[in-house]
């Protein structure tokens, strides 16, 4: 059975900073790429950003770029999401998601597997 599951999320105020991490099991992690997502009160989800199998490759919103760093250990199957400069507009629930659809593919459609989310709140 394939679960992810995220932790990490919480409240912040503007300005700081939340790493988000992801525990994947039950599938061959590096045949997977990996990518975040996140769905804000009332919002459609949004891709933010994804990363290849083995880290060479990285995509990013341009409403994150410059800002969340993605990153992944496939020895210990995790994924992590950095995110700094946080602010008020990042409230969400979070994703992290796998899948082996083409990296550069942000579609939430090429991702079979999926997480429970874990809410990021930020405060102004």
């Known amino acids: 059975q394939v679960q992810l599951i995220e932790s990490g999320g919480g409240l912040v105020q503007a300005g700081g900073s939340l790493r988000l991490s992801c525990a994947a099991s039950?599938?061959?992690?590096?045949?997977?790429?990996v990518g975040w997502f996140r769905q804000a009160p009332g919002k459609e989800r949004e891709w933010i950003a994804s990363?290849?199998?083995?880290?060479?490759?990285?995509y990013y919103a341009d409403s994150v770029k410059g800002r969340f760093t993605i990153s992944r250990d496939n020895v210990k199957n995790m994924v992590y999401l950095q995110m700094n400069s946080l602010k008020p507009e990042d409230t969400a629930v979070y994703y992290c998601?796998?899948?082996?659809?083409?990296?550069?593919?942000?579609?939430?459609?090429?991702?079979?597997?999926w997480g429970q989310g874990t809410q990021v709140t930020v405060s102004s």
């Open positions: 998601a796998g899948g082996q659809g083409a990296v550069w593919k942000a579609g939430a459609e090429t991702y079979e597997y």
């Open positions: 990363m290849s199998r083995y880290s060479a490759i990285t």
């Open positions: 039950g599938l061959t992690f590096n045949n997977y790429k």
